[in-house]
Protein backbone atom coordinates (compact mmCIF):
# COMPACT_ATOMS: atom_id res chain seq x y z
CA UNK A 1 0.00 0.00 0.00
CA UNK A 2 1.35 3.55 -0.87
CA UNK A 3 0.32 6.46 0.93
CA UNK A 4 0.38 10.09 -0.72
CA UNK A 5 3.49 11.43 0.99
CA UNK A 6 2.90 14.80 0.41
CA UNK A 7 -0.32 14.43 2.45
CA UNK A 8 1.48 12.60 5.01
CA UNK A 9 4.17 15.13 5.38
CA UNK A 10 1.31 17.73 5.20
CA UNK A 11 -0.89 16.19 8.03
CA UNK A 12 2.41 15.40 10.26
CA UNK A 13 3.04 19.09 10.43
CA UNK A 14 -0.29 20.06 11.00
CA UNK A 15 0.14 18.46 14.23
CA UNK A 16 3.30 19.63 14.85
CA UNK A 17 5.23 17.16 14.35
CA UNK A 18 8.60 16.10 13.05
CA UNK A 19 8.79 11.86 11.72
CA UNK A 20 10.64 11.30 14.79
CA UNK A 21 7.84 12.17 17.10
CA UNK A 22 5.41 9.93 14.66
CA UNK A 23 7.99 6.91 14.76
CA UNK A 24 7.33 7.52 19.10
CA UNK A 25 3.61 7.66 18.55
CA UNK A 26 2.85 5.42 16.09
CA UNK A 27 5.03 2.10 17.02
CA UNK A 28 6.12 2.22 13.12
CA UNK A 29 10.12 1.93 13.44
CA UNK A 30 12.04 5.15 11.96
CA UNK A 31 13.49 3.08 8.79
CA UNK A 32 9.83 1.89 7.71
CA UNK A 33 8.51 5.77 8.32
CA UNK A 34 11.51 6.91 6.11
CA UNK A 35 11.13 4.45 3.20
CA UNK A 36 7.30 5.92 2.95
CA UNK A 37 8.54 9.44 2.93
CA UNK A 38 10.30 8.24 0.13
CA UNK A 39 7.68 6.86 -1.20
CA UNK A 40 7.86 3.30 -0.54
CA UNK A 41 4.89 0.98 0.19
CA UNK A 42 4.23 -0.02 3.41
CA UNK A 43 1.36 -2.93 5.18
CA UNK A 44 -2.06 -1.81 5.68
CA UNK A 45 -1.27 -2.50 9.61
CA UNK A 46 1.74 0.01 9.40
CA UNK A 47 -0.78 2.50 6.90
CA UNK A 48 -3.60 2.14 9.76
CA UNK A 49 -1.27 2.80 12.57
CA UNK A 50 0.28 5.80 11.43
CA UNK A 51 -3.28 7.55 9.63
CA UNK A 52 -4.68 6.76 13.21
CA UNK A 53 -1.69 8.50 14.84
CA UNK A 54 -2.78 11.99 13.18
CA UNK A 55 -6.88 11.42 13.45
CA UNK A 56 -6.86 10.33 9.56
CA UNK A 57 -9.31 7.91 7.51
CA UNK A 58 -7.01 5.49 5.47
CA UNK A 59 -9.06 5.86 2.10
CA UNK A 60 -8.41 9.91 2.50
CA UNK A 61 -4.47 8.86 2.32
CA UNK A 62 -4.11 6.40 0.13
CA UNK A 63 -2.07 7.36 -3.37
CA UNK A 64 -4.47 6.95 -6.18
Known amino acids: ?3 DVQK ?3 EVCKHG ?3 KE ?3 KSGVSKA ?3 KI ?3 GSCST ?3 KKI ?3 LGLELRNMVKE
Do not use: R
Open 32 to 34: TIS
Open 37 to 39: YNG
Open 51 to 53: VSV
Open 45 to 47: ETA
Open 1 to 3: MNL
Open 17 to 19: MNQ
Open 8 to 10: LKT
Open 22 to 24: LVE
